[in-house]
């Protein structure tokens, strides 16, 4: 038990830890502060060229192997599963109607890019090393989701499911269009490109992480109001389907294969909500779904979740699965 | 020169259908338009402008300068194909022109 808690505090004292509190409290206390936001735009593409390109050199360094095609398959696997998971519990213990439902477990099937990057942080504190293609796992977390999310909201209806918008907004949007390609260039340029890259993506990293959470709780902050209008099933939901989602992650690491590190990153890839990608393709392809009730779940519950509590237990819980391994 | 009487259709909604809107405007027959982005308050809540989660949540603001009769039929038809599911307002209002030809469809 000594043993959790202590991955727990040193997590929490972390420095991008601190400037999320940081950002909650400045947002609670109705400050002034404000990242423009442009500038927060920027950051969290710095913060995904860095993953992406980190990836792609580490996938170069490594070998081309059946695990890496299994984990694949997993994430694949794991998007689609979890999305059922959580129609059905929202259904029964939150009495949502069919749409939302579906709306909302499309959000938990696909994955908070954010929450990977802390988690990574984390990792890199606790000295674990991780696999460089869970980068390419978390980019095929989020089609998968959104449409199990549709068909659960569609049903037999037969409505065109892939529209033209649609296929541009989940396969071309700017955010997973630079993951991947930067994913992309960290493979092809190798070592030699992390030589070239150093300076931009290793030393500025963490202090970047740091402004970027600061700007997440300050919207952490904002939406956390909201929560209430959704009401306390949907909140509880928010905090139960991460842990769901965290064990469905930890179990298919060990059985794929995958080391300490990228299990526990697997497990926080399946326990995060999405709040960017998903949110955005359902307005198109979902309109009648309500955003005011995944946003806030998402944002104002799952996030700060994981960040606090989620993944230090995550580590916890694959370091006790691999001891008893 | 003179002045003209023109109308001004103003389209206020999400971002996430700009593109759509813009479409269906010019299949009406607009030929211009001009576009800004904002944030405001409606009955489906506060809709803000924090770009780092995608522009999906900020508003646009779509004004073009028509006839009348054409302006009209934007604003009927907009509301009735867009606005169950989206939030959105559109109106029109009177302007003066000097090149009233420039405007007509």
């Given at each position: 038990m000594t043993a959790i808690l202590e991955i727990s505090a040193q997590n929490i004292l972390s420095p991008p830890i601190l400037f999320f509190i940081l950002g909650l409290f400045a947002s609670r206390m109705?400050?002034?502060l404000e990242i423009p936001p442009a500038v927060g735009k920027a950051l969290s593409y710095y913060l995904l060229l860095v993953i992406g390109f980190k990836g792609g050199v580490e996938l170069n360094a490594s070998e081309l192997n059946l695990r890496l095609l299994n984990s694949l398959v997993a994430a694949l696997f794991a998007s689609a599963v979890l999305p059922l998971i959580g129609y059905v519990l929202l259904r029964v213990t939150a009495r949502i109607d069919r749409v939302n439902a579906a709306a909302i477990s499309a959000h938990y099937g696909s994955v908070s890019v954010v929450t990977f990057v802390a988690a990574t942080a984390f990792l890199g504190l606790n000295d674990a090393p991780y696999e460089g293609y869970l980068v390419a796992m978390m980019a095929l977390m989020e089609a998968p989701a959104i449409i199990i999310g549709l068909v659960l909201a569609k049903g037999g209806q037969g409505r065109r499911i892939f529209s033209p918008s649609f296929v541009r907004e989940v396969f071309f949007g700017g955010t997973l269009l630079l993951l991947i390609g930067s994913f992309g260039i960290g493979w092809i340029t190798g070592g030699r490109g992390m030589e070239a890259m150093a300076g931009f993506v290793k030393v500025p990293f963490t202090g970047v992480l740091c402004f970027f959470l600061l700007e997440m709780g300050l919207l952490t902050g904002k939406k956390l109001s909201d929560i209430k209008k959704a009401g306390i099933h949907l909140a509880l939901f928010g905090l139960y389907m991460p842990i769901i989602g965290g064990a469905v992650g930890i179990l298919l690491g060990a059985f794929v294969g995958l080391s300490q590190g990228g299990t526990t990153l697997l497990a926080v890839l399946c326990a995060s909500a999405s709040y960017i990608v998903v949110p955005a393709a359902l307005r198109h392809a979902l309109p009648e779904a309500n955003p005011a009730l995944s946003m806030p779940l998402a944002l104002g519950v799952t996030f700060p979740f994981n960040i606090f509590i989620g993944i230090p237990?995550?580590?916890?819980a694959t370091q006790k699965l691999f001891e008893f391994l | 020169m003179d002045l003209k009487t023109a109308k001004c259709v103003v389209i206020i909604t999400e971002s996430a259908?700009?593109?759509d809107v813009l479409d269906f405007i010019t299949t009406l027959g607009v030929k211009g338009y001009t576009i800004d982005t904002l944030c405001?308050?409606?009955?489906?809540?506060?809709?803000?402008?924090?770009?780092?989660?995608?522009?999906?949540l900020r508003n646009v603001k779509i004004e073009v300068v028509t006839t009348t009769e054409l302006a009209e039929k934007i604003v009927f038809t907009v509301i009735e194909q867009f606005f169950k599911n989206y939030a959105g307002i559109a109106y029109m209002h009177d302007v003066q022109v000097v090149r009233e030809d420039k405007f007509r469809p």
């Amino acid at each position: 038990m000594t043993a959790i808690l202590e991955i727990s505090a040193q997590n929490i004292l972390s420095p991008p830890i601190l400037f999320f509190i940081l950002g909650l409290f400045a947002s609670r206390m109705r400050s002034d502060l404000e990242i423009p936001p442009a500038v927060g735009k920027a950051l969290s593409y710095y913060l995904l060229l860095v993953i992406g390109f980190k990836g792609g050199v580490e996938l170069n360094a490594s070998e081309l192997n059946l695990r890496l095609l299994n984990s694949l398959v997993a994430a694949l696997f794991a998007s689609a599963v979890l999305p059922l998971i959580g129609y059905v519990l929202l259904r029964v213990t939150a009495r949502i109607d069919r749409v939302n439902a579906a709306a909302i477990s499309a959000h938990y099937g696909s994955v908070s890019v954010v929450t990977f990057v802390a988690a990574t942080a984390f990792l890199g504190l606790n000295d674990a090393p991780y696999e460089g293609y869970l980068v390419a796992m978390m980019a095929l977390m989020e089609a998968p989701a959104i449409i199990i999310g549709l068909v659960l909201a569609k049903g037999g209806q037969g409505r065109r499911i892939f529209s033209p918008s649609f296929v541009r907004e989940v396969f071309f949007g700017g955010t997973l269009l630079l993951l991947i390609g930067s994913f992309g260039i960290g493979w092809i340029t190798g070592g030699r490109g992390m030589e070239a890259m150093a300076g931009f993506v290793k030393v500025p990293f963490t202090g970047v992480l740091c402004f970027f959470l600061l700007e997440m709780g300050l919207l952490t902050g904002k939406k956390l109001s909201d929560i209430k209008k959704a009401g306390i099933h949907l909140a509880l939901f928010g905090l139960y389907m991460p842990i769901i989602g965290g064990a469905v992650g930890i179990l298919l690491g060990a059985f794929v294969g995958l080391s300490q590190g990228g299990t526990t990153l697997l497990a926080v890839l399946c326990a995060s909500a999405s709040y960017i990608v998903v949110p955005a393709a359902l307005r198109h392809a979902l309109p009648e779904a309500n955003p005011a009730l995944s946003m806030p779940l998402a944002l104002g519950v799952t996030f700060p979740f994981n960040i606090f509590i989620g993944i230090p237990l995550y580590y916890y819980a694959t370091q006790k699965l691999f001891e008893f391994l | 020169m003179d002045l003209k009487t023109a109308k001004c259709v103003v389209i206020i909604t999400e971002s996430a259908i700009k593109s759509d809107v813009l479409d269906f405007i010019t299949t009406l027959g607009v030929k211009g338009y001009t576009i800004d982005t904002l944030c405001g308050r409606g009955e489906r809540g506060i809709r803000d402008d924090d770009a780092l989660l995608g522009d999906y949540l900020r508003n646009v603001k779509i004004e073009v300068v028509t006839t009348t009769e054409l302006a009209e039929k934007i604003v009927f038809t907009v509301i009735e194909q867009f606005f169950k599911n989206y939030a959105g307002i559109a109106y029109m209002h009177d302007v003066q022109v000097v090149r009233e030809d420039k405007f007509r469809p």
